[in-house]
């Protein structure tokens, strides 16, 4: 991860040391980001900064608590096609799906289609906090779809499988 670092007042720094233990640390040159391994498994973690001046002198130990979240969320389950319509020379199709189990920082849905003949890229339908979403396309042209589920980790699901019968 990337750590944010702002001196409050006081001496201008120039080295700084980290430490996830507040007793062992590494020294870098002072920066206003630095990359840094949390360490270990997800959970609550606290990050250790001390900010030194070009004499040595240094500032108060300056810490953060951050949560580490590395697991993504289950899939989504029971991808559907709800209903479809025909307007003029498009379809619209509405899809749902149930929600993963268990998931307590849930961030969001994106689904995607591409046409069935193609093997290029997948295209983001929508970003969404429903379990539905619509997409309109021409109706002469199929579609396949998947969704896949997000944290406020931005960790990503796997794919949800794809929905039958397809648009």
């Known amino acids: 991860m990337t750590l944010s670092i702002a001196k409050s007042s006081g001496a201008s720094p120039v080295t700084m040391k980290i430490s996830n233990d507040g007793s062992t640390w590494i020294s870098y040159a002072y920066a206003t980001s630095q990359t840094w391994d949390l360490g270990g498994s997800d959970g609550t973690k606290t990050v250790y900064v001390r900010l030194f001046s070009s ?6 130990i300056a810490t953060d608590t951050i949560i580490l979240d590395t697991t993504a969320p289950g899939a989504p389950t029971g991808f559907y096609k709800v209903s479809s319509s025909i307007q003029g020379s498009n379809t619209t199709a509405v899809f749902a799906w149930t929600a993963p189990v268990g998931v307590t920082d849930l961030g969001g849905y994106r689904m995607y289609k591409r ?7 997948w295209t983001l339908v929508c970003d969404t906090s429903a379990t539905t979403c619509s997409d309109t396309h021409k109706k002469t042209d199929t579609y396949e779809y998947y969704v896949v589920a997000y944290d406020l ?15």
């Open 115 to 121: 046409l069935i003949t193609s093997t290029g890229a």
């Open 153 to 167: 980790a931005t960790n990503v699901s796997a794919q949800s499988a794809t929905p039958n019968p397809t648009a």
């Open 55 to 60: 004499t040595g002198a240094y500032g108060a």
